[in-house]
């Protein structure tokens, strides 16, 4: 997914990831209620979504379903934020999240484990 998903669009894709299948209007209803937000504000960020390839429209009564699982989301976001803050360095990443911070030894182990499992 190229498409960077933008706040307005996370707040319709987490409804999406919480209900699954969902028609436009209860996402409506729920962000409504949560967030304020008017039906024209939901259904122009939903079309975006879809334009963009996040949200597939079903038809009848435009039943929304998530193009992109939340974990891979999250994979876009980590990549796009270590590109743009680390120069995709993870090196560097996890140099500055470890800076100063004391580890368990079962930490570390975890995440030697994770590291091997890479190769």
Known sequence: MEEKLFDSERKVME????????????????????????KNTTYTVIKKCVKKGWIERMEPGFVCRAAVSRNQAATNDTQEFVNRVFGGSIPLLFSTLLSGKKMSKDEIAHLKQLIDEME
Do not use: C, Q, T, Y
């Not at 409804?15 to 967030?35: C, N, P």
């Open 15 to 38: 409804v999406i990831w919480e209900h699954g299948d969902i028609a436009a209007r209860e996402i409506a209803l729920i962000l409504h209620e949560k967030i304020g937000w008017n």
